[in-house]
């Protein structure tokens, strides 16, 4: 086993006490991995709880070069070198391009110092043996402490068992440098050093995963392990957080890690970067999400150009639809700049959805991501500078200046994605700083900062700001007001339309509840009467035929008091609780009516076949006579409703006659005007005339040509379906929306469970492409596989917004089965987050008859909240029990306030961060529509485990 003594140089510019943050050491690795030649960076964080070791471990990788036991010895503990500063290119090599290297000082090498304190250091040339390194930085720690008596272990390996055979040597040689004399000033570090050495062991999957891959002849490359890994680091491992991607140090960790590549400019790379979470539901990538070209370029603004070595900017600019050219010199002595040529490009997007030419699904999209990703990145060679890029990092001042006025300054730091394209070779001077926390503040930086900064004042006041009534608009404020005028008439007409909508259902709601309740006591009147003709000896015909024909009629009524809440109109809570008594009263009388149906089916079998056959010709007499008034109904409607449309016409005519000439008054040709004047009027008048015409092809022209385009027959499949959905009893149209709104939400919560399992069949099939390369007889099977993965994953974006439910059947539905459902699909939850979940036997064997699609999304959704509630409680309990007929969902999360116990089933009402309030008004909805009710209590002889507590029983019972 090798030893050496740390150089004093080493401590000089150590990593830990050079890089700024987490990221960017992380980046540093990367940069280093990449001036390495690596095709593939990867680090990863192993966050399942092992048998062999309960803390988290950190992985960061790389498959370039490697290291020799010399390069270990005499490189990479020596830093501030100036071998990457002197411009050389790094030769091909691994099938890559000559290119220009990275870094400058060395230091990238040694970040991994501030990743965590514990380290295993695994190096390998290709065809050379590989070599392992243990240390722990915190020896470092000791002021005290003389470098020449540091021995840091050394070793080399060509399979596990060597490994195994040296790797415990070497940390015994390591504790040598812990001897007691030296670390009497600081007992309590080196205690804290020994407690974790002693508890230190290489859990199996490492050898497996790992090792194994450095004992490989071909094999190159370097790896990094560390144990104790960085607190960052360490939250992510923390098993209680619900949502992951919406927590703010992981956020954080996100956008700084993000776009390493410049897939802004091109999306062709020879390295790829990737931060793969492990935990108990498998691995998948945290930085996946990043913009794209398209979308950097389809944003409302564009712009693309370049400044020369002069400072002079040439490129192209788009505002909205309209584009030119655009040329900008900042205000400069002559001659080269001390930054040098580069390039840049950048797409904006309004604030508004109102304001923006993106579609609703666009704008969404790319406001999201600007949330997280926002801002102007620097990138040289192709590798991202930081701290560029980040949202809080505002280098050019863009927020500064628009709080001083956001109508003249138009740029915001997070409404815009672009990019600046350094290179080495063309701007040496912009440098990093030491601690890589962004350029060092010379010269040339300070000039290439007020450069960029004027040419953004220059757009800004050039195309993008709101100038005073009388000068000439800019392109974005002659745009805009347009833009805004289409979507305030679409907003103006769709608010119209609700509310000519809304007021007629609840005028109609209002006439049809007395004639409901009327019409309630004459079918019961007819019941009996029925019930009593049907009972006689002899059923007198004529009679029989008065009750069939009175039957009709009340069926008909009934089926003319059909209402239907119209779903894009809000209405307040009292009408609601109107609208569903309506409904119940609706549906008892839709029953009586089918109960009197029933009656007269019955007593037809007793009626001799000529009276039948009277009946049949009645019937069918009658029904056609019901179709010709139906029609002759409609006709007068539409009648009446073009008399209407033609009368406002010929209003709306005169009206805009009289406009017209208003408008003209002052314009009006007099008899001394002379050429010059009576020119200008006519020009006036043509801006007049042009001015109204729009103005009445944007109020009329839209329901001109949709009354143009009304056809009776222009979808037969269409009115079909609409026809057979007026004649659905309400209460199951409602039941299905309610269904498929539930549907929906279950959808939702799996949907980060979804994601999971496509960045992990993503990456197997990535990594089953390398092995093919290798291994041609597989090559053919590979390929299907791949055409047949992106082709599902086609499928599922286009089935991802809506899900549909089918008709189905009723079925019987123990809580043994929603047992296993629920176990099947919290299991990653529950062994994440450490939940015990369990039930009664007594509930084992409930049974509900009902729909599968109904009862499970409920409970589906309860576990889900009681996941989320358990966060801030050791002991984390679920139960459903059965007690009484009750159905008792309880948790040992938190309690919810007594005040709070009817509003949760409140649509819209939520107590989560990012909760919607739909999912316990949906559960509640479903339950009564098969019979049942829900409920949440405190009372302490029924909410055994002291958190929420659901309740669900039959309505009607004790």
């Not at 000039?447 to 800004?460: A, H, K, N, P, Y």
């Not at 009147?525 to 008065?546: G, P, Q």
Request: glycine content about 6%; aromatic content about 12%; hydrophobic content about 35%.
């Amino acid at each position: 086993m090798a030893k050496f003594r740390a150089k004093a140089r080493a401590v000089e510019l150590l990593g830990k006490g050079q890089i700024a943050d987490l990221p960017t050491a992380i980046t540093e690795l990367w940069k280093n991995g990449y001036d390495a030649y690596a095709k593939n960076l990867v680090c990863r964080l192993f966050l399942e709880t092992y048998k062999d070791n309960e803390s988290p471990i950190f992985l960061i990788s790389d498959d370039g070069f490697g290291m020799s036991e010399t390069d270990i010895v005499e490189k990479w503990f020596v830093l501030g070198t100036d071998s990457k500063a002197r411009g050389e290119k790094i030769e091909p090599h691994f099938g890559l391009n000559r290119r220009t290297p990275m870094g400058e000082k060395g230091i990238g090498r040694l970040s991994v110092s501030y990743l965590g304190n514990q380290l295993l250091m695994l190096s390998k040339k290709q065809g050379e043996v590989a070599n392992a390194l243990y240390i722990d930085w915190r020896v470092l720690d000791n002021y005290d402490f003389y470098l020449d008596d540091l021995n840091i272990p050394l070793f080399t390996f060509s399979s596990n068992d060597e490994f195994k055979k040296n790797e415990k040597g070497a940390v015994a040689e390591f504790l040598k440098n812990l001897d007691e004399k030296r670390w009497m000033e600081q007992k309590w570090l080196r205690k804290e050093m020994l407690e974790d050495w002693n508890s230190f062991k290489i859990p199996d999957f490492l050898y497996q995963e790992v090792i194994q891959e450095f004992t490989k002849k071909d094999y190159h490359g370097t790896t990094f392990l560390i144990f104790t890994p960085h607190d960052q680091l360490v939250e992510l491992s923390n098993k209680d957080r619900i949502d992951l991607k919406k927590d703010s140090a992981l956020t954080y960790l996100r956008a700084s890690l993000s776009g390493m590549h410049n897939d802004l400019k091109n999306s062709k790379k020879d390295f790829e970067t990737h931060f793969f979470l492990h935990d108990a539901s498998g691995k998948y990538d945290l930085i996946d999400e990043f913009f794209t070209q398209e979308e950097m370029r389809n944003a409302d603004h564009w712009l693309k150009g370049e400044f020369d070595e002069n400072g002079f900017f040439t490129g192209e600019i788009r505002v909205f639809n309209r584009r030119e050219k655009y040329t900008f010199k900042p205000n400069r002595p002559p001659g080269k700049t001390s930054y040098g040529p580069f390039s840049i490009e950048w797409g904006s997007l309004e604030g508004e959805q109102k304001s923006s030419l993106l579609n609703q699904e666009q704008f969404r999209t790319l406001n999201n991501k600007l949330e997280t990703f926002g801002g102007l990145y620097v990138y040289r060679d192709g590798f991202r500078v930081l701290p560029y890029g980040r949202t809080e990092y505002d280098f050019l001042d863009f927020e500064k200046r628009r709080n001083l006025g956001a109508g003249y300054y138009f740029f915001a730091h997070r409404r815009f994605v672009g990019y600046i394209n350094l290179k080495r070779e063309k701007n040496p001077n912009l440098k990093d700083k030491a601690g890589r926390e962004g350029f060092i503040q010379n010269k040339a930086y300070r000039e290439f900062r007020d450069d960029l900064i004027e040419l953004f004042i220059d757009i800004s006041k050039r195309y993008m700001r709101k100038l005073p009534d009388g000068e000439q608009p800019s392109f974005r404020q002659e745009q805009i007001e347009e833009i805004q005028k289409k979507y305030d008439r679409q907003h103006a007409a769709a608010k119209k339309k609700n509310a000519k909508t809304k007021k007629a259902f609840l005028e109609q709601l209002k006439e049809n509840k007395p004639v409901i309740v009327k019409l309630e006591n004459e079918i019961g009147d007819l019941a009996n009467k029925l019930s009593e003709e049907a009972k006689k000896l002899e059923i007198n015909y004529n009679n029989y035929n008065k009750l069939v024909a009175e039957l009709e009629d009340k069926r008909a009524q009934v089926r003319g008091l059909r209402l239907t809440k119209p779903q894009a109109v809000k209405i307040t809570k009292s009408q609601e609780r109107e609208y569903i008594e309506f409904q119940k009263e609706y549906t008892f009388v839709d029953d009586r009516l089918k109960t009197c149906i029933r009656l007269v089916e019955d007593t037809r079998s007793r009626i001799n076949a000529e009276n039948l056959k009277l009946e049949y010709n009645e019937k069918f007499r009658s029904h056609i006579k019901y179709i010709e008034k139906l029609f002759s109904d409609y006709r007068a409607i539409c009648t009446n409703s073009f008399n209407r449309v033609n009368n406002l016409l010929s209003d709306e005519l005169n009206t805009q006659v009289d406009h017209f000439i208003d408008q003209t008054e002052k314009i009006k040709i007099l008899a001394d005007d002379n050429t010059e004047s009576i020119s200008s009027k006519i020009n006036m008048l043509d801006l007049i005339s042009e001015d109204q015409k729009t103005q009445i092809e944007h109020s009329i022209g839209g329901f001109i040509n949709h009354v143009s385009n009304l056809q009776i027959d222009v979808d037969d499949d269409f009115l079909r379906a609409w026809y057979e959905k007026q004649n659905q009893n309400l209460k199951e149209k409602l039941s299905d929306y309610e269904e498929l709104a539930q549907l929906g939400m279950s959808i939702e919560i799996i949907d980060h469970q979804f994601n999971v399992m496509y960045s992990q069949m993503n990456d197997a099939v990535h990594e089953i492409d390398q092995y093919s390369r290798k291994n041609k007889g597989i090559e053919s099977a590979f390929k299907q596989l791949k055409a047949a993965f992106q082709h599902l994953e086609g499928n599922y974006k286009l089935l991802k917004p809506l899900y549909r439910t089918s008709r189905r059947t009723r079925e019987v539905i123990t809580g043994r089965q929603i047992e296993s459902y629920i176990k099947d699909f919290f299991k990653n939850d529950f062994n994440r987050y450490r939940i015990d979940f369990s039930v009664s036997d007594a509930f084992r064997e409930y049974e509900f008859f009902t729909y599968d699609s109904i009862i499970k999304p409920i409970f589906l959704n309860i576990i889900n909240n009681a996941n989320y509630w358990l966060i801030p409680v050791e002991n984390r309990t679920i139960r459903i029990d059965l007690v009484d007929d009750e159905i008792r969902i309880m948790n040992s999360g938190e309690r919810i306030d007594d005040s709070y116990l009817d509003d949760i089933f409140t649509l819209f009402f939520s107590r989560k961060r990012d909760g919607r309030g739909i999912g316990l008004y949906l559960a509640k909805k479903n339950l009564q529509s098969i019979g049942y009710d829900i409920f949440a209590t405190n009372k302490e002889d029924v909410n055994k485990l002291k958190g929420a507590c659901f309740i669900i029983k039959k309505e009607g019972s004790k």
